[in-house]
């Protein structure tokens, strides 16, 4: 099947006019790709331009404190990719003269770097012919071809990028590739294709048969579980206790108020003060709720409840947990916390919800003892 000649006719025609469109700078396409991975587009794009604004180079981005990289990447969530890009960044710095690899083969090797980003950065940035096979592009190929197989088998997968090599097109394969995802992200969509825009609908077997929402076919998803985590938000002497996470692990080197998963038939507020004293070695009074804090990660979702607390006076320092701060309300807002913990804050100052800024807490600490 030749598709490249009415893809690319039409990605000329109707692609969207997007800041990673317009430049040719390997890095810059690079954080373009890490940032779009899991995440929408019109998210990404003021992510894009402040982060690039931020690092401009590799350089920049290799000599960054991580804090600072996290900072930058607070919200856009997925916090693996912003560690792994400064990983990636002083690897190409070390060992590739501050220039990254322009071979998919060589990208593979940089953390964080697969497949699916390895050709797309290979092929945007280097033109060279290597394909790509995203979410998007998955949808594509399984109607084009109607392949009813679950695209989570290892076969199927296999087919999936053969079949984007097979169609490639070796004289723009940076485009071919947008032009396969854009197809996907604005006519090929999940539910209603517009079938009669498509520039590939005369040679689409799903379409022919009348069935596109049937593909891909994909295997069942269990039951998302849902944890209920007591969160404290310890103020002592005019400041508040913030903790870091491990380096390794979901949101790793992130900040957030202390807290721990509530136990089956446990009374949330028994929770905040059980978590802080075994977890952290805190003993608090636990005073009034804040309201709680829905989020939701890939694989399960929580809801977070915050309690103003107060640390006894002889016991301030957290003994289980190193990596620990006291701040007044203002410096809250240098730190990179996660999304519900911004949330958290957000409304102690009675501010919408988003990135924390100046001025918080004021009236928090005076209520709650501090």
């Known amino acids: ?39 929408q587009v019109a998210t990404v794009i003021p992510y894009y331009h402040r982060f690039l604004q931020r690092f401009p180079t590799v350089q920049a981005l290799a000599a960054a404190p991580e804090g600072d990289v996290l900072k930058a990447w607070e919200g856009l969530g997925y916090y693996s990719r912003a560690r792994n890009l400064q990983k990636a960044a002083r690897v190409v710095l070390a060992d590739h003269g501050g220039r990254l690899p322009d071979t998919a083969a060589a990208l593979k090797t940089l953390p964080g770097i697969g497949p699916y980003m390895a050709g797309a950065v290979a092929s945007i940035a280097f033109g060279r012919s290597e394909p790509v096979l995203d979410g998007n592009v998955e949808r594509v190929l399984t109607r084009l071809f109607a392949i009813a197989d679950p695209v989570a088998g290892r076969a199927t997968r296999q087919h999936l990028w053969a079949l984007a090599a097979e169609l490639l097109s070796p004289a723009r394969p940076g485009d071919h590739n947008q032009a396969m995802m854009e197809l996907g992200a604005t006519l090929c ?33 269990a039951a998302t579980p849902h944890h209920h985590i007591a969160v404290g938000v310890v103020a002592h002497g005019g400041r508040l206790l913030l903790v870091r996470r491990p380096p390794k692990g979901l949101l790793g080197g992130m900040w957030e108020f202390p807290g721990g998963r509530v136990a089956d038939g446990e009374a949330v507020a028994d929770g905040v003060a059980r978590n802080l004293r075994e977890r952290f070695g805190l003993t608090v009074a636990v005073a009034t ?32 947990h190193v990596d620990h701060r006291w701040l007044a309300g203002d410096a809250v807002a240098g730190l990179a916390l996660p999304r519900a913990h911004q949330k958290i804050a957000a409304q102690m100052a009675g501010q919408p ?18």
């Open 289 to 320: 709720p804040l309201a709680p804090v829905r989020h939701a990660f890939t694989h399960r979702r929580v809801t977070l409840h915050p309690f103003h607390c107060r640390a006894a006076a002889d016991a301030v320092a957290p003994r289980f």
């Open 353 to 370: 919800s988003g990135p924390v800024t100046g001025q918080l807490f004021g009236q928090t600490l005076e209520a709650a003892g501090g």
């Open 189 to 221: 969509t999940p539910r209603a294709p517009a079938c009669g825009a498509c520039p590939l609908s005369a040679r689409c077997r799903a379409a022919a048969a009348g069935n596109p929402e049937g593909f891909p076919c994909k295997t069942p998803r």
């Open 1 to 39: 099947m030749t598709v490249s000649a009415p893809l690319l006719a039409w990605y000329d025609r109707a692609r969207r006019d997007l800041p990673w469109r317009r430049t040719a700078d390997p890095y810059a396409i690079w954080v373009s790709e890490a940032m779009l991975q899991q995440t």
